[in-house]
């Protein structure tokens, strides 16, 4: 089993919204911003550098460093591929006011989804999982604001 490494961010935006994601060629689930990791870049350096290609976003505002957590890569139906497993690093990250998410090539959608209908939209099991450990976490970053 390959084992990789990859980053993303969760991205608020205005009024309490998250920039979800659908990849090309996907499973057409909704999911957060993350790839993997480039030799000898940082984690959150390639979170922002996930996040920008496939959002568009940039300027970022990072608030908070959401830890780590494992899962199965996805097949294109959606299912888990077990021969590869990814330590996903997260970091929770604040948009500049009023920006527009400009989804590249290899991102078939962006868009911002309100936090409070959130978690039935996130697309894998795991990843929907990990977010109720950090709900609390993000919704005061929400608040503050």
Request: hydrophobic share 35%.
């Amino acid at each position: 089993m390959d084992k990789v490494r990859c980053a993303g961010g969760i991205v608020l935006g205005d009024r309490g919204t998250i920039a979800m994601i659908r990849n090309r060629g996907g499973s057409g689930a909704w999911l957060f911003p993350k790839g993997h990791v480039e030799p000898g870049e940082s984690d959150e350096a390639a979170a922002r550098r996930e996040v920008e290609e496939e959002t568009g976003l940039t300027h970022l505002e990072c608030i908070d460093d959401l830890g780590t957590y494992e899962r199965y890569g996805m097949r294109i139906d959606g299912t888990d591929n077990l021969d590869t497993l990814k330590e996903i690093h997260m970091f929770l990250f604040a948009a500049e006011p009023h920006a527009e998410l400009a989804p590249s090539h290899e991102t078939e959608e962006a868009r911002w989804v309100s936090f409070s209908h959130i978690v039935p939209e996130i697309g894998n099991v795991k990843d929907r999982a990990w977010f109720t450990t950090v709900f609390e976490r993000i919704r005061h970053a929400i608040q503050r604001d």
